[in-house]
């Protein structure tokens, strides 16, 4: 019988060649750009925050945080799931222990499972941004509606070319 410590060795093998020759087909670098309809766009590197400072005193403020989260919730919940799909495919190359038939890949389904989860939690928060902010339209309609009002420019005067 195997060693157990070397009973692996092969399919670790196996599995970061196959990360390293699929890799790069599916997963492509993400840069996450955020236009936040003043004409800036905002470029967020790797370590810093996804999302605008939770800072709440205007309604473009709030549209902002809640686009900027539901594109960001969009964004990692395609990523994830393509990774959930690529754990997958690399689980389900290591050799079931018991040596069951179609034990590996059904191992590698429950663990891709959780990871598939995390992405349509992912979805479900970019869903739930959207609603927030058409929630917060809703609610606070008659203040926004209000203040709008004022803000309006007033109309150029329409020529009246009947009149001679």
């Known amino acids: 019988m195997a060693d157990k410590g070397n009973k692996f060795a092969n399919a670790g093998?196996?599995?970061?060649?196959?990360?390293?020759?699929?890799?790069?087909t599916f997963v492509p670098p993400?840069?996450?750009?955020?236009?936040?309809g003043n004409g800036a766009v905002v470029q967020h590197a790797q370590g810093s925050s996804l999302l605008p400072a939770p800072e709440f005193t205007s309604?473009?403020?709030?549209?902002?945080?809640?686009n900027t989260l539901r594109a960001a919730g969009v964004t990692l919940s395609i990523e994830v799931a393509m990774g959930a799909e690529i754990l997958k495919g690399?689980?389900?190359a290591v050799?079931?222990?018991?040596?069951?038939?179609f034990g590996s890949r059904i191992?590698?389904?429950k663990v891709a499972r959780k990871m598939q989860k995390a992405a349509d939690d992912?979805?479900?928060?970019?869903?739930s941004a959207a609603a927030c902010y058409a929630t917060f339209q809703q609610e606070y309609e008659e203040e926004i509606n209000r203040v709008r009002h004022r803000a309006r420019k007033p109309q150029a005067p329409v020529m009246n070319w009947a009149q001679q």
């Open 90 to 92: 690399v689980l389900a």
């Open 122 to 127: 992912l979805r479900h928060a970019a869903r």
């Open 95 to 101: 050799p079931d222990p018991d040596g069951r038939a």
């Open 59 to 66: 309604p473009a403020q709030v549209r902002d945080y809640c």
């Open 13 to 24: 093998a196996a599995a970061g060649g196959f990360v390293g020759a699929m890799g790069s």
């Open 107 to 109: 191992r590698a389904a």
């Open 30 to 36: 993400v840069n996450i750009n955020i236009n936040r």
